[in-house]
């Protein structure tokens, strides 16, 4: 199974009334960031059978958004185990709820969606230290009990791919082949 891990994109400041921090809404830079995310995630061919995301606005608004720009037509699947104080052993039980599927793509926050890509690369006993940040998407496969991690993008570094592809196409003229 393939599973990419995607991190809510920007919202701004933590409320702390717990209820409208649920339904706090991306910010600019968050709806930005998951443009550039999802554009990138298209050009790779990225093709989820599913969407899981967390049941709170900003992750909702990311999986949305990113979908959009996969051309994702199915139903959001909003889930609990991909809420910030859910527990890996929640993960897990995900996981196997939607294990007939090829591809997974969860929407999460931290410090649950950092603490489960660690846990789920890293070998028994150890610890992987990553630095997920908000907008981010990595790509694991897994196989029975082993997961390997494909790749790792930030927003930003989806930005200067996009960027320096225009620039190549601007200075590179098209011709014909004769």
């Not at 093709?47 to 995301?53: A, H, R, Y």
Request: charge should be positive; hydrophobic fraction near 40%; include cysteine.
């Amino acid at each position: 199974m393939i599973i990419y891990f995607v991190r809510h994109a920007s919202a701004g400041e933590h409320l702390s009334n717990p209820k409208k921090d649920d339904k706090r809404p991306l910010d600019a830079d968050g709806i930005e960031q998951c443009g550039s995310i999802g554009r990138a995630l298209a050009a790779l061919d990225v093709q989820p059978d599913v969407i899981i995301s967390s049941p709170l606005k900003r992750a909702t608004q990311t999986a949305s958004l990113v979908g959009n720009e996969l051309g994702y037509e199915a139903k959001l699947q909003l889930e609990p185990a991909m809420k910030p104080e859910a527990s890996f052993a929640d993960f897990r039980r995900m996981l196997e709820k939607y294990s007939k599927h090829e591809s997974l793509m969860v929407v999460g926050h931290n410090p649950s969606i950092t603490d489960f890509l660690a846990k789920i690369i890293a070998k028994s006993g150890c610890e992987a230290l990553i630095d997920f940040k908000k907008g981010a998407v990595a790509r694991v496969e897994t196989e029975r009990r082993a997961a390997t991690l494909n790749w790792f993008i930030t927003p930003k570094m989806a930005r200067e791919i996009q960027a320096a592809a225009a620039s190549a196409a601007k200075s590179h003229p098209k011709t014909s082949r004769k």
